[in-house]
Structure formats: structure tokens, C-alpha cells
């Protein structure tokens, strides 16, 4: 188990020791409802306030207009579902991009049997949106655009102030999935065009099945749940108080020690990049995404000739965790649409790896790792 080396944090991360501490007693003691009255929902509920305060101020929001939900994919769907059945009356076009994750993808094909009508804008060949074709798709009945801040597979950046901008100027909602940015770059939205936000807990050593939406004043979206009135009725049910508590503490964490973090992970992508061209030489290693404009936490290479899933599997086999692209289609063989959308080279798409790494991702990992590549990238070309 100690030999094993995980470099795939944009899927999931640890969660660290402390967050599951502040967790356990919302778990055993502290079990109250927090809908409830009484004592024990009202401790349960001072619990669930706390942790909405920590978050909210993380990213610059009032904590009422921060809305818990079951992950990135429930905030994602909430946002353009409800966005879409809100403002119907208004327009039924809506704008997004050829590589958000499916969460945002599949949600807009459903709209699009419903009787919407979707653009989805091509991507330059390091994954960025060009700003100037969002304001040549808008139209007067477009009502909603969703972009990604950072691309969960070749981590770029989008020009998300840019792009608010224009969407501020023709009164459109802007939704931003910004599942991977959570943490790893500065998000005050208190500032920010952005109307509606995704957030999701277990990419920064939160626990899995807790996220958040945030929804700017005045944007009025429908919800998909019915029932109670939790979460001023837009997503009603029990709340999942010990995971709020998790996600609270691991934002608090997380804004500790994000400077020294993010020093950290740009080191590590910095010698991983320079260590395989070093050892396999430039030519067999392409690193795919915007050389600057992106996240530091996230490296997708490609070493063609060498496919994708021969090197995954040979990677696993001597204790590596990578990635092909998305943990949710990982399962899939088949070429990334992310890399489609760049319009990458066959040879460049079909041999693309994923790293992701985390506060707990170190040199010494990576120099190993390095060096498991060589032994591998050695071992399949001779048979050629």
C-alpha cells in the first residue's frame, strides 16, 4: 500500500483526518434534524449555519446565497434546469461549450429534447473559449450561458469576467462549474459577474456526496426537488449535516495552507514536465492544455504512440493512479471529447494521460513516477 503512488486528485481527494473528526460527532452525539426545534435540531442547525459561514466567505457570498446539494453534478443540473424552467418565458436558447463535463453537457441535451436550443462553442487548440464567440452567440431570446472556470481534464482557465461581462450587459444568467477551481484559484463573487456557481466538497479533501450552489440576488431559479423547507425551498430534504460540517472544515483548512499549496503543486507540475522530456526526450511528450492560463493541479500529456489505455493499465499495474479524462466516463474507451474539441492530432488524443495531484502529492512521488514512464515508454516501443 506504501509503494502506491495516486496522482488522480481531479477526480477525488483524501479527506483529511481532521475534516472526518469534525464530522464523527454529527455522526454519533450530535444527531439532531436541523429542521427541528428542539435541542438537539437546534444544535445540529448552529452546526450546519457554521459551516455555511466559512464557506461563504471563502468565496465571497453571503451565506444565504449558498445552497447545499449532493455534489457538482446535482449543482450543475440545478443551475441550468432551474435556470432554464424559470426564465422559459423569456427565451428558450442557451449557451455552453464543446468540453464542460457531462454533468452540464447531458443536462443541456435534455433541454434540448425539451424544446431548447443549445450552442455549444468550439475551443482554441488549448481548450479556451474565445469571449468574441459567446458574443456572437447571444441572442435576444438567449437566457442562459454556462462555461467552466477550469477544464477538469486539461485544467485551462476560461475567461470567466470576460465572458459575465457581456452576459451582465445583455441580462443573461451566467452559470460557472467551478468544481475543479474550488481552492485553487481566488474566487470573490462578490465581485464577479457570475450569477450562478458549482462547487462540489470532495475535490479538496472534503467528503464525497457534498457540494454547493451559489445564486446570486435577484436570480430566481426553479428547483428540482419538492418537499420541504430546507434550504429556502429550493432544494428541500434533510440536510446532510455531518458532510456540511466535512465540507465546512475543508474549506477552512484549505484557505490556511492554499498559498503554500499552490507553490507546491505548480513545483511538482513543473518537475514532472521537465523530468519526462528530460528522460523521454521532447518529441514523445506533449503536454496538452493553455501553457498559463490554467489550473496547477492538473497535467494531461500525451505520449503518442503509446494509447491511452495500454499506459493507464501498465501504470496501475506498478502502484500508479492517473486518469484517461473525466472519473465519470474514465470507465469509457472511448477518445475524450475535451481533446475532440482542441482538435488535437489522432496520435495526440489517443495516447493522453490525466495526473492530478494534492496536498499530499510530493517529489519524490513524482520523480518515480517519471521513472516508472521511462521503464514503461521503453518496454512498449521496443516491441514495435
Known amino acids: 500500500m506504501n509503494n502506491r503512488i495516486y496522482l488522480d486528485h481531479a477526480a477525488t481527494t483524501p479527506v483529511r483526518p481532521e475534516v472526518v473528526e469534525a464530522m464523527l460527532p454529527y455522526m454519533t452525539g450530535l444527531f439532531g434534524n436541523a429542521s427541528s426545534t428542539h435541542w438537539a435540531g437546534r444544535e445540529a442547525k448552529a452546526a450546519l449555519t457554521a459551516a455555511r459561514d466559512v464557506i461563504a ?27 432554464a424552467e424559470a426564465n422559459a418565458h423569456r427565451g428558450k436558447h442557451i449557451i455552453t461549450s464543446q ?12 433541454l434540448e429534447k425539451l424544446g431548447f436550443e443549445v450552442t455549444y462553442l468550439p475551443v482554441d487548440a488549448f481548450g479556451q473559449v474565445r469571449a468574441a464567440d459567446v458574443e456572437a452567440a447571444l441572442r435576444p431570446d438567449t437566457i442562459l450561458i454556462s462555461i467552466m472556470y477550469g477544464n477538469n481534464e486539461v485544467g485551462t482557465l476560461q475567461p470567466i469576467r470576460e465572458i459575465g461581462g457581456l452576459a451582465r450587459e445583455r441580462g443573461v444568467l451566467f452559470h460557472v462549474d467551478a468544481v475543479q477551481a474550488l481552492g485553487h484559484v481566488p474566487i470573490d463573487l462578490a465581485e464577479l459577474p457570475v450569477d450562478l456557481m458549482s462547487f462540489s466538497a470532495h475535490k479538496l479533501n472534503g467528503p464525497k456526496g457534498i457540494g454547493a450552489l451559489y445564486i446570486a440576488k435577484q436570480t430566481h431559479i426553479a428547483p428540482l426537488i419538492y418537499g420541504g423547507q430546507q434550504e429556502r425551498k429550493r432544494r428541500p430534504g434533510t440536510e446532510n449535516v455531518p458532510a456540511i460540517v466535512g465540507f465546512g472544515k475543508a474549506v477552512e483548512l484549505f484557505a490556511r495552507e492554499r498559498y503554500e499549496l499552490q507553490q507546491n503543486l505548480e513545483t511538482i507540475r513543473h518537475e514532472m514536465v521537465s523530468g519526462l522530456i528530460s528522460r523521454l526526450g521532447e518529441a514523445a511528450v506533449v503536454v496538452n492544455g493553455h501553457p498559463t492560463e490554467r489550473l496547477a493541479h492538473i497535467l494531461n500529456v500525451s505520449f503518442p504512440g503509446i494509447a491511452t489505455e495500454t499506459m493507464l493499465m501498465n501504470l496501475d499495474l506498478e502502484g500508479v493512479a492517473a486518469a484517461s479524462g473525466s472519473a465519470c466516463t474514465s470507465g469509457s474507451l472511448e477518445v475524450s471529447h475535451v481533446l475532440q474539441a482542441m482538435k488535437l492530432p489522432r496520435e495526440v488524443t489517443a495516447s493522453a494521460i490525466r495526473f492530478s495531484f494534492g496536498r499530499d502529492t510530493n517529489l519524490e512521488q513524482i520523480v518515480k513516477t517519471v521513472t516508472i514512464i ?4 521503453a518496454r512498449l516501443r521496443s516491441r514495435v
Do not use: W
Not at 99 to 109: F, G, P, R
Not at 374 to 377: K, V
Open 374 to 377: 521511462e521503464t514503461i515508454c
Open 57 to 83: 466567505g471563502f468565496i465571497g457570498c453571503s451565506p444565504a446565497q449558498l445552497m447545499f446539494t449532493s455534489g457538482g453534478t446535482e449543482s450543475d443540473n440545478t443551475a441550468i434546469f432551474g435556470a
Open 99 to 110: 468540453i464542460e463535463h457531462h454533468a452540464v453537457l447531458h443536462a443541456c441535451e435534455r
